[in-house]
């Protein structure tokens, strides 16, 4: 954990740097330049536990959020203000804003940011912020609008190393191994810090073999369609106790994740619904994976975690209401997951 930190942090100095000294040269965006180095690395901090070998269970756990700094507050309240008030087409503006709202966990207004910037015009932190917005306020998947939004970034930048890291995560969630090794490996060879590079060859060791013609094999080295007659697959049917139904709220984001007990990482499956959907039966699959490389696997025993969350994001906050189910991969069918606990 505290080694990805260090890289998130490093990538952040650097974009901090390239946006804040421009802008401090200028007086009229001295306003935004004065703290962007500030709130950027925050925005780096956001997708950690997307894409990282972050303690998921720790993190599911009841926690409440960390509250804006006074003066952090302050100063996105002066940068709202004169996006709103004075300068509707100010785009450093708008991409500052929409960091820092990532950095303040706001997923839901740094789309709203990023899309006031991407609006303005064809510009690729835009396209790469808007990505990430939308795949933060996704609870970690990259969703087919961010991965158009990444291959635009590409476009727009194809040596561009954010574009490049992201491009390869959206390649890996279409299952498209073989672009997104070409992605990481074109990341690689533009020489990032050591540990960047340490986490890169971590990410392609994930995607699996290459077969001997250079295209990807399958973990066994079979085709997929001859792995097995029957796809690991755990299918739930999720309640919620009498007691607790007068909490919900239909439109609150409902998680439900997959994961082997006791294993650190991100859930093997993960999806992303509404209250409105408790009550119906959910699939999760090889599809729902998290992280290339990982996915469930018949026999395999799983924890089915099911969360709403009244923040909107992933991250768990007192309140919330959950239950939890033990099953086996493939064996276990139509279970009922009840939710009938509250956190702390």
Not at 35 to 60: E, H, I, R
Not at 62 to 89: W, Y
Request: net charge negative; with cysteine.
């Amino acid at each position: 954990m505290k080694s990805f930190l260090w890289i998130a942090v490093v990538m952040a100095a650097i974009a901090a740097s390239v946006i804040a000294v421009p802008l401090m040269r200028d007086k009229k965006s001295r306003l935004i330049g004065a703290f962007s180095a500030l709130l950027v690395a925050g925005s780096a901090a956001a997708l950690y536990p997307l894409w990282s070998n972050w303690d998921w269970q720790a993190a599911l756990q009841p926690q409440s959020a960390p509250a804006a700094a006074p003066e952090v507050a302050a100063m996105v309240g002066k940068l709202e203000k004169h996006l709103r008030e004075e300068d509707a087409n100010d785009l450093a503006g708008w991409l500052m804003l929409g960091r820092s709202y990532l950095a303040l966990q706001r997923p839901d207004d740094a789309v709203d940011a990023y899309d006031h910037a991407h609006k303005l015009g064809s510009n690729m932190e835009a396209s790469l912020g808007l990505g990430e917005a939308l795949s933060v306020r996704a609870g970690g998947e990259v969703t087919a609008g961010a991965s158009d939004l990444f291959e635009e970034a590409l476009k727009l930048g194809p040596s561009n190393g954010k574009a490049l890291l992201y491009g390869g995560f959206a390649a890996a969630s279409r299952g498209d191994r073989a672009l997104a090794r070409s992605r990481w490996q074109a990341l690689k060879d533009l020489h990032p810090p050591p540990q960047i590079e340490q986490m890169l060859d971590a990410r392609i060791a994930e995607l699996g073999p290459t077969s001997p013609s250079g295209t990807d094999a399958s973990p066994t080295g079979t085709s997929a369609s001859t792995q097995g007659s029957a796809p690991a697959q755990v299918t739930v049917t999720i309640r919620i106790a009498a007691a607790l139904q007068s909490r919900l709220k239909s439109e609150a984001p409902l998680f439900v994740f997959a994961r082997e007990p006791g294993r650190e990482g991100p859930p093997l499956a993960a999806k992303r619904l509404t209250a409105a959907d408790i009550g119906t039966q959910v699939h999760l699959s090889a599809a729902d994976s998290m992280m290339p490389g990982r996915a469930l696997v018949n026999g395999q025993r799983v924890t089915i975690t099911a969360r709403v969350s009244f923040r909107g994001g992933p991250t768990p906050a007192a309140g919330d209401l959950y239950g939890e189910v033990a099953c086996e991969v493939g064996h276990d069918t139509a279970l009922d997951l009840v939710i009938d606990r509250i956190a702390d």
